[in-house]
């Protein structure tokens, strides 16, 4: 019997699905229209739908699905649409405005924010109920916590029907042991109520991220239990009704995975499921056709994430934040900008033209979907230039060119230009949007963006890629097979991963307490892992340490060795730090025994390794394919332009400018002076036409 294996990354647009055959090592794609109101719709149409197109002569059904990995938007959309209601928060007595105070970070610098007000709470302050009780900073109990207090603050959030809480006593990450009677006070007094508790999400130090941590924790926690728990029982009915189901699993941040039944307990750790996938799926596809070190840029419908992949291994941050809320997790450095297919050109109250951050989205999605949209977007005017073919997926999807045509003459009406330099203009304006992302991920990390190829990938992630070229002096971009479903492919190649921490600052690091708290972390980290089924034996912990100068704000983390903690360990961490430290900031203190090290949180990944989809040569054909058709295209002028297949090129095609590639799920515009080059793994590496051989 057939044994598959499924990807879903749901999109604002498009879901896209990859099944790999575990016997053959066969590869299968689509895509379908996402469903907004209710993505498990779109998520089920997808499943189904690749199902379909594996089957071949034979019948292949749910029960064949040897398990499903899924990206998915559910916790990242709440909060970037700031659905925050009916949270409550926690805290310890005197600190109920810990919210309020914050962190002094001003926009913009403070020449431009001389008005500024800090944003609203994520709970107003008339929603936090404090509770007696103190420990310090060791975790020693300096007053014992107040019972009464905690029925009082569980029996109003009952009365008043808040059923999300998030709860964060001060110094709980040394001692969770007044957190953990707050949990049973309300899980006594207000059954009905979802709590998150500081000592479970985040055990580290920084009162206020940590807050914030958990209390986002809390708030998507009910839509994330409800998503998944419908799609569970999808699959269940839909592989065969017995109650045993399939094994499910979501996409964590981190870059790792986790089942269903265990992510519904840490929701948090999904809110960039969908981009880490993508990273993770082109680092695969790139290190396997010898580059190591690229940048990511997966651009979509609504928006392009762009990340930083050094020796095969994507950037992490504990720094990061989704819309207004930093989010204090493990998470692959991702920054996103709102520059996808469906962003808007608009024209300024100053009369310039721009583009994005607002998005037609799916539904009405742009003019030439013939949905209803009402307004010019970038895939407009790709399609006036002729650049993408009047289709989507294959011929699946038409599209209107009359209806881009309109909307496009009619902006240009407005600003005074002709069409095709209207058009043009907002696809540059695009393009020089996701340059600036780039920017962002590479020069403000200390990192030559010259020195990296980049792959691009997402269904408009190859559009603008010769332009992005010449702006940023790429060396080149790879543009993988099917690259609408990098992502979806991503999820089958991603490992099982929790992450575990504990603060724990000292200048004088023991050894012994040291080991001890390895020992802690890497026993909870075993606990997950034999739950999601691995046995002992295949279970990897990777250590890592946070340490900083004394003195500073912020630590660095670098990779722990394993093996016993003896004085070589610390040396060689030391000694990573150092090196780390000087290649972050320009300098460091390894010879200067003046600035002393300060150890601040020790870290243990549990990590359950898997096996990857292979990545198979192609053999090779002409290397001057015949197109397979002409039209009529706007690079600098129009002209008939050759029109290539991408399934028709086999490895050293060489295609130059100006052309077109095109697939089921995206195209490749071939700028005038470009040439593509198809590698023997089948990806098309897009260079300058001088630069082209080498």
Not at 73 to 94: K, P, S
Not at 144 to 150: K, N
Request: with cysteine.
């Amino acid at each position: 019997m057939r044994s598959v294996r499924i990807g879903v990354d749901t999109g604002g647009t498009f879901t896209d699905v990859v099944a790999v055959d575990e016997q053959t090592g066969e590869i299968i794609t689509t895509k379908t229209p996402s469903t907004p109101a209710n993505p498990a719709d779109g998520f089920m149409e997808g499943v189904r739908k690749v199902l379909r197109k594996a089957a071949g002569a034979e019948e292949v059904t749910l029960e064949a699905v040897s398990a499903v990995v899924h990206g998915t938007t559910v916790a990242t959309n709440q909060l970037l649409e700031d659905r925050i209601a009916d949270l409550g928060f926690v805290t310890t007595e005197g600190f109920e405005f810990i919210l309020e105070i914050a962190r002094q970070s001003v926009p913009d610098g403070y020449g431009n924010s001389y008005f500024w007000v800090k944003p609203p709470r994520i709970v107003p302050v008339h929603r936090v109920r404090t509770v007696g009780g103190r420990l310090d900073h060791t975790g020693a109990e300096v007053r014992p916590f107040d019972e009464e207090q905690a029925v009082e603050a569980a029996r109003w959030f009952r009365d008043r029907g808040i059923t999300a809480i998030g709860v964060c006593f001060l110094h709980s990450y040394a001692n969770p042991a007044h957190e953990v009677r707050m949990r049973e006070v309300l899980e006594r007094e207000h059954p009905d109520a979802v709590v998150s508790i500081s000592c479970d999400v985040l055990r580290e130090y920084r009162e206020y991220e940590r807050s914030v941590t958990t209390l986002v924790d809390a708030a998507v926690k009910p839509t994330m239990r409800r998503y998944i728990a419908n799609l569970a029982e999808r699959l269940e009915e839909g592989a065969s009704g017995t109650g045993e189901g399939l094994p499910f699993s979501v996409m964590k941040s981190n870059g790792g995975v986790l089942s269903a039944a265990e992510v519904v307990h840490q929701p948090i750790t999904t809110v960039l499921s969908g981009p880490a996938a993508g990273a993770l799926g082109a680092a695969l596809i790139a290190a396997t056709a010898g580059h190591p070190s690229v940048i990511t840029l997966d651009g979509g419908g609504t928006s392009t994430d762009v990340a930083v992949v050094v020796d095969g291994e994507p950037s992490l941050t504990t720094e990061g934040s989704i819309g207004r809320y930093p989010c204090k997790i493990p998470m692959i450095d991702i920054v996103t900008v709102g520059a996808g297919g469906g962003s808007i050109a608009w024209i300024s109250p100053e009369g310039t033209l721009k583009v994005g951050p607002k998005s037609a989205g799916a539904d009405p999605g742009p003019l030439c979907y013939g949905r209803g949209g009402t307004e010019v977007t970038v895939t407009d005017a790709h399609v006036f230039l002729g650049r993408v073919p009047a289709h989507l997926l294959g011929g699946e999807i038409p599209l209107d060119a009359d209806a881009a045509r309109q909307g496009i003459e009619a902006l240009a009406g407005k600003i005074g230009l002709t069409p095709e330099r209207t058009a043009a203009g907002i696809l540059e304006i695009s393009a020089f949007n996701q340059s600036n992302a780039i920017r962002q991920i590479t020069v403000k990390r200390g990192l030559d963006v010259r020195d990296f190829p980049m792959v691009a990938f997402g269904g408009s992630g190859p559009l603008l890629v010769c332009r992005l070229i010449d702006i940023l002096g790429l060396p080149s971009v790879i543009v993988p097979p099917e690259p609408g479903n990098v992502s979806a492919f991503g999820l089958l190649t991603v490992d099982v991963k929790n992450d575990y921490v504990r603060t724990f600052v000292t200048r004088d690091l023991s050894l012994a307490a040291a080991a001890e708290i390895f020992g802690e972390l890497e026993g909870q980290a075993a606990s997950a892992l034999d739950r999601e089924g691995f046995a002992a034996e295949a279970h990897v912990y990777a250590r890592s340490a946070d340490l900083r100068y004394f003195g500073q704000a912020y630590e660095v983390r670098v990779m722990a060795p394993a093996g016993p903690l003896d004085e070589a360990w610390r040396a060689e961490v030391l000694d990573r730090f150092h090196t780390e430290h000087h290649k972050l900031y320009g300098y460091g203190y390894r010879e200067d025994p003046r600035h002393g090290v300060e150890w601040v949180n020790l870290r243990v990944s549990g990590i359950g390794p898997i096996t990857r989809p292979a990545i198979e040569r192609r053999p090779r054909g002409t290397s001057r394919p015949e197109p397979v058709a002409f039209r009529e295209v706007c690079y600098d002028e129009w002209g008939g332009t050759p029109i290539h297949r991408r399934a028709d090129l086999a490895a050293g095609a060489e295609i130059s400018g100006p052309a077109v590639i095109e697939e089921y799920g995206s195209t490749l515009p071939v700028h005038p002076g470009f040439t593509a080059t198809m590698d023997e793994f089948g990806n098309l590496e897009v260079r300058r036409g001088a630069n082209a051989n080498g």
